[in-house]
Nanobody
Framework: QVQLVESGGGLVQPGRSLRLSCAAS????????MGWYRQAPGEERELVAH???????NYADSVKGRFTISRDNTKNTVYLQMNNLKPEDTAEYYC?????????????WGQGIQVTVSS
């Protein structure tokens, strides 16, 4: 079982930055597609940013130009750099990993970390 542990959340003022980290256990990280999702109270969980095992990225329209996802396969860690944060970015952020082994799909979620953007 792959464990994902998020860190770096907290309370920040609008316009400021935060960087989330997600450290993965196990040996599958380099073959896994990684994603950051978020869920605000009363809302559905939504994809924020995604990075494939080969490094291709895509973003939700609401964060394009402000958030950057990256990965360091030597550290089994994926990052989400969040700049120019807005109150509407307030949510619980979750790290997700998806990978294939012999044509069978697997996935894992982190426990989530709170990001609050408020003055």
């Amino acid at each position: 079982q792959v464990q994902l542990v998020e860190s770096g959340g907290g309370l920040v003022q609008p316009g400021r930055s935060l960087r989330l980290s997600c450290a993965a256990s196990g040996s599958i990280f380099s073959i896994a597609d990684m994603g950051w999702y978020r869920q605000a109270p009363g809302e559905e969980r939504e994809l924020v940013a995604h990075i494939s095992s080969s490094g291709s990225t895509n973003y939700a329209d609401s964060v394009k130009g402000r958030f950057t996802i990256s990965r360091d396969n030597t550290k089994n860690t994926v990052y989400l750099q969040m700049n120019n944060l807005k109150p509407e970015d307030t949510a619980e952020y979750y790290c997700n990993a998806q990978w294939m082994v012999r044509e069978e799909g697997f996935g894992s979620w982190g426990q989530g970390i709170q990001v609050t953007v408020s003055s």
